[in-house]
Structure formats: C-alpha cells, structure tokens
C-alpha cells in the first residue's frame, strides 16, 4: 500500500488549505490521507487536575476539529482513503512520528513576508526542518489544486546535495501534466571583491561552467524516467533564494532540498530555504537529502 500524505490540522483557515491541496495530490498520485491534530489537552490533565471542565471542553473541542476536517475531505473527494488521529502530543513532534511512514507532510501557515512570515509558527519550521520526509507548506490564497497549472519549479545546488528534490519534483510535474523549470543560481565571488580582475583571465566565467555541469547531472538520470515532462532550465547569476523568487512568480509548486546538519532550526533549514519559506506565494517542499 502507497505511504500516504500527513496533514497537520488545527482548524484555522491555513489548515483548511493544506487539506485541499492535500486531497488534490492524493487524488493525483492515488495515495491516502491521514488528518493528525496534536493537542496538549491530555498533558494539561494530569499538570492541573481539578481543572476537569476545561480539560474536556480541550478534547471536544479536538476531536471536532479531526472530525470536520475528515467531513471536508469526505465532501472534496468521497473515493479517498482517509484516517485520522488525534495524538495527545505536541503537535510538531505527532507530524514528525507520523512523517516517518509517508509519502508527504502538508502544513499550512499564516502570512507572508519578514515580519508576518514568522507567523510560519513553531510548528511548520519544525516539521519543515527535521522531517524525515518531503514537507510541503501550504501558505497565502488558496492554492490552484485542480484544473490548469503552472509549472514545477525545483532549485538545485552542488552536486549530491538536490537529487531527492529533483525526483519529487518530476513526480509532481508529471502528476500535473505540467512543466518543470530547474534553476541553479551561481556567483562569481570575485567580483564582490574591488579591485580584483576576473580570475580566469579570459572572460569566461568557471563558476557558471560548474553550475551548468551540477544542473545536468542533477536533471539526466531522473529526467529519463520521466519522458512525458517538459523541463527548462535556467542558470540565473546572484543568489539562490532571489533567483528561486523571481521565477515562482509562474509556478504553482516550488521544490527545494535540504541537508540535515546539527544546529537550530534556522541552520537545519538553511538561508535559501528559510528565505522562500517566508516570502513564496506558492506551496513549497522542502525535500530531505538522504
């Protein structure tokens, strides 16, 4: 049986469009659903007894969120396989054990921008960075889950560090019937520096060289195994997160890998991830490098 995507619900609106993007990519890719709302209520039980009345009124209140959300599922797409779970456990670390046997984790999130995009929440970037799986954050308007889409646009970096989120991203393209647009952002270091001519003395660029070089591994063998997508591709000069904005403006999915080193969520995420995270209209995955 197919893994299925983890949806993180808590009934806010953000929740209800990660349930909807969820259900169309389920829908696509033939995978079930499993709705997972993490409440505190149980611990808050036994840390102040005595406070029965609200301690139930927490776990009604819970349970009618899973039972709603299963009630829009229900209504969007009757044929879908659905489970639900209502762990007693803070909410990040329930997605986090759920996430280790499935296919996707779908967050959704308030907000846009420096200041508002904090309200990404504690929950989101920490699912985001230590997730086991691909996290896919589902922020903004509602997203287009059906119909005709835009394409899939995937960032890539150095060599071994982006082959995961290449295979995620033609999955997706190819469950779309859309086009995937791959962009590894390079830079000439050099020039930030004054006074210092161009290192390779011939007016060539090295960097750009390497870059086109990462991007063509990067796409070959995964694109063979996917012959009906149309990919593009672009090696933009600057950043990577800047480059990766400017082309979202036509996408409907971004794709990003992430490594796993030790630090906080911030360095787990990295400033290219974190950065989009923030600041892209569009849904984002961000798809560990195993």
Known sequence: MNKPLIVGIDGSDSSLRAIDWAVAE??????PVKLVHGSLWERYEAVRPGFGTAVSSGH?????????AAERVAKIAPELDVATTLAASDPGMALLREGEAATAIVV????????????????????????TCPVVVVRGEP????????????????PGESSAAVEF???????????????????????ELPDTGHLSGD?????????????????????????????Q??????????????????????????RRPRGGVGMQLGLVNHTVLHHAACPVAVVPQP
Not at 26 to 31: I, S, V
Not at 222 to 230: E, F, I
């Open 26 to 31: 389920a829908t696509r890719r033939d995978l």
């Open 233 to 258: 591709s672009r090696l933009p000069e600057g950043r990577a997160h800047t480059a990766l904005l400017d082309a979202a403006t036509a996408s409907d999915l971004i794709v990003v890998g992430a």
């Open 169 to 191: 991203a033609f999955g997706a393209a190819q469950a779309r019937e859309a086009d995937l647009l791959a962009v590894h952002a390079w830079h000439r270091p050099a020039r």
């Open 60 to 68: 009604v209140m819970a349970e009618h969120i899973v039972a709603s």
């Open 203 to 231: 007016g060539s660029d090295p960097e750009a060289h390497e870059a086109e070089r990462s991007l063509g591994a990067a796409l070959l063998a995964t694109a063979q195994a996917y012959p009906k997508v149309t990919v």
């Open 108 to 131: 959704g999130t308030r907000g846009r921008g420096a200041i508002t995009g904090m309200l990404l929440g504690s929950t989101s970037l920490e699912v985001a960075a230590y997730a």
């Open 143 to 158: 997203p287009n889950v059906r119909g005709e889409f835009g394409r899939v646009l995937v960032g890539v970096g150095a």
